[in-house]
């Protein structure tokens, strides 16, 4: 149907008068008005309500539907689409559809619609992207879809616009264009693409060797401190070819560390050698961790490497002093045993002779002493002896110091190993404590001249220890009292409580030990100074065996020397364990 030709509707709109005013020109007739049968009202009106229910569907679809002649100007456009650009559409009627583009991107649509007049079928359908530049629109990015439509064919005509002009409808090809908005798409790919410039380049500035390897396993990054550690191109590294850098005798090794991560998604660290790009090839430690969308998809690994090979250094440096640490101290306890050998075999042989010496000088004094009266030749006065009863003391005595300090010397080996056990007794103190002091009265009757005196405190609870072993620590405090006071001095014993301890004391006047001379007393072959060598002579182990003893029962030993006076004080727990 011609725009000049009007219908049986058209012709009987003013006695009808069913539609309003603005519903002009609404037409689906044929082109032959012969052909058309007669029409009353009641058969027009459900095609015209038809008519009216696809214009109202035609504004009001959620997108912008532009029809545009081969120059682009807009011949129709829809209600809706209008209003989302910021325009009626009385604004946008027989205005270029151009002049709504940004002017980078009106050229390119120019030239994409003369191309699509040109060369496109009237099945195809184009799409592009574009720029908009409407003031009053939050629209910023549109996916345009386009098709050529082809002419009226001269048998039907449907015109749902009210805004049309006669021009609009002649008989040429049109361009039916869509415009889809993308601009939250096309944010959301900008934000991507800020964020991946701004990772690669914080990982291109970072101190380390980074990587990245997508979700089939094949590397598809490297950072600059990569390349540059390797001397070797993005290219020549992506895929699995940094397995080319790696040393030959750790790729199968790193090959299946990584594939066994990969198929578990989990994380792991691998160490191995690279070769510099001076073919230097440096020991590094490569950490990979998985990596997974906020829904949970595996997306590949990132990873990085350090170099280690001063670590290593250290490392293998390290083992091998341990392995000489180790060396050492297994021939130092080789040493030990041939030691305590050679101890044991050389006491042996030493003891045996000097029992025979000691046997053989109290045979002589036996001898001599029938023959010349020896016995009370040895009792008189020093000065006043016979050289035979002075050499006689002499031999004895020294005889004796040597049998001490062997039987020293092999008690703090005991202690020093740890093998002299404890025989634990319960005792009372103020008995057994007058045992030993009466005890070493009767042994050194001719050697102590000082005068012993015992001072216990009432009500001692009882003492749990090795008798045996305390015994040995007062007969050499006693011992060492004697030797070190000048005759008829006093020698104080005591033994009282001290803070849940029992406390025992030897205190000796005439003497005292230099300050300076305190923190060495306890220590093996130490000897008081002294100008007689023969009075005060001794094995210099025996403080050192009393502090071992003293350990060994779990107690302590302090010594305090000043104004002519020194007081050695043992402190032990009232019971002990084994």
Not at 83 to 90: D, I, M, Q
Not at 432 to 444: D, G, I, S
Not at 452 to 462: T, W
């Amino acid at each position: 149907m011609s725009r000049n030709q009007q219908s049986i509707w058209h012709k009987n709109r003013r006695q009808q008068d069913i539609l309003s005013a603005k519903s002009a020109r609404l037409e689906l007739v044929s082109e032959r008005a012969e052909d058309l049968e007669p029409c009353t009202a009641e058969t027009l009106l459900p095609n015209q309500e038809e008519l009216a229910l696809y214009r109202r569907l035609y504004e009001n679809i959620p997108s912008v539907y532009f029809s545009l002649d081969l120059t682009g100007i807009i011949l129709s456009v829809n209600k809706f689409g209008a209003n989302c650009l910021g325009y009626s559409v009385e604004e946008l009627i027989d205005k270029s559809v151009l002049n709504l583009f940004e002017h980078s991107d009106k050229q390119k649509l120019s030239d994409a619609l003369g191309e699509l007049a040109k060369t496109a079928s009237f099945n195809d359908v184009s799409k592009w992207e574009f720029r908009l530049n409407c003031p009053a629109s939050e629209i910023v990015w549109v996916k345009v879809v386009a098709r050529l439509l082809p002419a009226d064919d001269g048998f039907s005509h449907l015109d749902l616009g009210s805004n049309s002009t006669d021009k609009h409808h002649q008989k040429h090809p049109q361009i039916l264009m869509v415009l889809e908005d993308i601009t939250a798409h096309k944010q959301a790919e900008d934000a991507l693409r800020e964020s991946e410039q701004r990772f690669h380049s914080m990982a291109n500035t970072a101190p380390v060797m980074l990587w990245m390897a997508g979700c089939d396993g094949l590397f598809t990054f490297f950072n600059q401190s990569w390349l540059k550690f390797t001397g070797r191109s993005m290219e020549q590294q992506q895929g699995l070819g940094w397995l080319e850098g790696v040393h030959p005798q750790e790729q199968d090794f790193c090959q299946e560390i990584y594939d066994s991560a990969f198929h578990a998604r989990a994380k792991f660290e691998m160490e191995y050698r690279l070769k510099r790009h001076d073919n230097e090839y440096r020991w590094v430690l490569d950490t990979g961790i998985p990596r997974f969308t906020p829904n949970g998809k595996f997306v590949g690994y990132i990873g990085c490497c350090i170099d280690i090979t001063e670590r290593k250094s250290v490392e293998v440096a390290l083992k091998h002093s341990q392995e000489s640490v180790q060396a050492q101290l297994e021939e130092m306890e080789s040493l030990n045993r041939l030691k305590d050998e050679f101890l044991s075999t050389v006491s042996h042989e030493l003891r045996t002779p000097l029992t025979n010496m000691k046997m053989a000088i109290q045979m002589l004094g036996i001898a001599l002493n029938q023959e010349q009266n020896f016995f009370s030749e040895m009792e008189k006065p020093q000065i006043e002896r016979s050289k035979a009863a002075r050499y006689y003391e002499i031999l004895d005595n020294e005889c004796d110091r040597e049998i001490n300090l062997i039987s020293n010397f092999l008690d703090l080996q005991r202690l020093d190993n740890n093998t002299k056990p404890l025989v634990l007794e319960t005792i009372q103190v103020q008995q057994w404590l007058w045992r030993v002091v009466e005890l070493f009265k009767a042994r050194n009757r001719n050697s102590c001249q000082q005068k012993l005196r015992l001072s216990i405190a009432n009500s001692l609870p009882l003492l749990t220890c090795d008798p045996f072993s305390l015994e040995r620590i007062l007969i050499e405090l006693l011992t060492n009292a004697c030797k070190f006071s000048p005759p008829d001095a006093e020698i104080t014993i005591s033994a009282q409580m001290k803070s849940q301890n029992m406390q025992f004391q030897v205190i000796n006047s005439g003497v005292e030990i230099p300050s300076c001379e305190l923190p060495r007393i306890f220590d093996k072959f130490y000897r008081i100074p002294s100008n007689d060598p023969w009075k005060q002579g001794g094995t210099g182990l025996g403080l050192a065996l009393v502090q071992k003893l003293t350990k060994l029962l779990g107690g302590t030993i302090e010594v305090e020397s000043g104004s002519n006076r020194t007081c050695f004080a043992i402190q032990l727990p009232l019971s002990n364990e084994v």
